[in-house]
């Protein structure tokens, strides 16, 4: 009887002392870095770029006036050091300077060390000429949403900008001008390098588009000689073409903070 009751005083007292005993505390688990927030910054020659009123002058004195500006950016990624693409989104996004579409979230955006950021002006041939109404209302492939859609044969227009100009800032007499960049020929793939690192807390990259770099550098592009490209026929094709390649150093990342 005594043992019994030993025995039973010394299970009490161990679940007593068990029952006093703190658990041990929780390790943290490590922040990993959730979101990525990219911001295209539109200039001409330096200074921030708006539609509407606002005047820009070109080298050779013409003096131009936008309207629109919209692209259509596919394969919208980070690039690490090993060249390996992680996707921001599904990859597609729609730019738009009339409306302020600028500025893009992407949440779920990595932890990571990577050396740049690029894109594909434009969708491939399958999605470019595949049937836009599949996409939902909000997606920057949806024609209602965007208006750069030419229909079933025309497929996407990747870019759009429009607007009016003069011969020079004293010229009285106004012209218009309008460039739509189209056709699986004119996907252009845009890296812009910049070593950054995403770890601990969202951030910021601002990238700068340089509108005015379009009608210079490698070719200085009159408007007065030819204002209209839809990239249909031949002078067309090759007014879009000298276009086309003067945007290969348009786009840089300005900063990642």
Known sequence: MKNTLYILLTFGFALVFQSCKKDPPKQEEPKVQKGLTLTVLPTWEGATMVTGKMQYSKPDGE????????????????????NTLVSLGDGYQWVDVASGRLSFNYPDAPAGTYKGIQFQLGPDSAVNHGDPTLWPASHPLNGNLTGLHWGWAGGYVFQAFDGEFKDNASATVTKGFSFHTAGNAFNQLFFMPFNFELAGTPKTAVLEFKADEYFKNPTELHLKDKAVSHSTGNAEITLMSKLIGNAADAFSIKSVN
Request: glycine letters at 4%; charged letters at 25%; zero cysteines.
């Open 63 to 82: 003096v131009l006036q936008l309207r629109t500006w919209g692209m259509i950016l596919a394969k919208l990624s980070l690039v690490k050091d090993d």
